[in-house]
């Protein structure tokens, strides 16, 4: 019935050769690659500014961000021009103004969207804008006025607690 005699591995395990995957590729011409796809559907609605967008993702970036956090960053700035094309129909970088980042925070926070690194994204782009001579304009993005819209360290109340403290002590 039973037997002692030892069996070896080879007799158990499958071939190798069936154990191996084979990657076909893409099925069809045309299709883009997931990452691809991930890229157009955030980059496409960005029109005239995604190659500044791209640009800045392939050359600029690299200074401030570690290159896993390229993608939130893209996705940051994706947001950013499509809400700047699509609703304040803006085609000119030099068309954006502090303004419309005030606006786009709104729209943003009204969304229930809470996204605070935003802020850092959007005005590393446009200092990066400005070194790389693409804009003679300022940022537009100035954090007294638009740190306070996303939950960050408002530089008003802090004076005034100051000033209460003060007043207080």
Request: net charge positive; aromatic share 10%; hydrophobic share 30%.
């Given at each position: 019935?039973?037997?002692?005699?030892?069996?070896?591995?080879?007799?158990?395990?499958?071939?190798?050769?069936?154990?191996?995957?084979?990657?076909?590729?893409?099925?069809?011409?045309?299709?883009?690659?997931?990452?691809?796809?991930?890229?157009?559907?955030?980059?496409?609605?960005?029109?005239?500014?995604?190659?500044?967008?791209?640009?800045?993702?392939?050359?600029?970036?690299?200074?401030?961000?570690?290159?896993?956090?390229?993608?939130?960053?893209?996705?940051?700035?994706?947001?950013?021009?499509?809400?700047?094309?699509?609703?304040?129909?803006?085609?000119?970088?030099?068309?954006?103004?502090?303004?419309?980042?005030?606006?786009?925070?709104?729209?943003?926070?009204?969304?229930?969207?809470?996204?605070?690194?935003?802020?850092?994204?959007i005005s590393r782009f446009f200092?990066?804008?400005?070194?790389?001579?693409?804009?003679?304009?300022?940022?537009p993005l100035v954090p007294p006025?638009?740190?306070?819209?996303?939950g960050l360290y408002d530089y008003?109340?802090?004076?005034?607690?100051?000033?209460?403290?003060?007043?207080?002590?």
């Open positions: 019935m039973f037997s002692n005699t030892p069996t070896t591995l080879s007799s158990i395990a499958p071939e190798e050769e069936s154990m191996e995957v084979v990657y076909h590729g893409r099925l069809r011409d045309g299709y883009l690659s997931p990452s691809e796809r991930r890229k157009e559907k955030i980059l496409g609605p960005t029109g005239p500014f995604r190659h500044f967008v791209e640009e800045y993702i392939a050359d600029g970036a690299a200074a401030h961000y570690r290159k896993e956090a390229f993608n939130k960053v893209q996705r940051s700035l994706g947001k950013f021009f499509r809400y700047v094309v699509k609703s304040e129909q803006i085609e000119n970088i030099d068309d954006i103004r502090p303004s419309t980042v005030t606006r786009f925070l709104q729209a943003e926070l009204q969304r229930g969207i809470r996204n605070k690194m935003i802020i850092g994204h200092d990066w804008m400005i070194c790389s001579r693409h804009s003679d304009y300022g940022n006025l638009h740190r306070p819209l996303v008003n109340n802090r004076r005034l607690k100051e000033k209460d403290a003060d007043s207080n002590g």
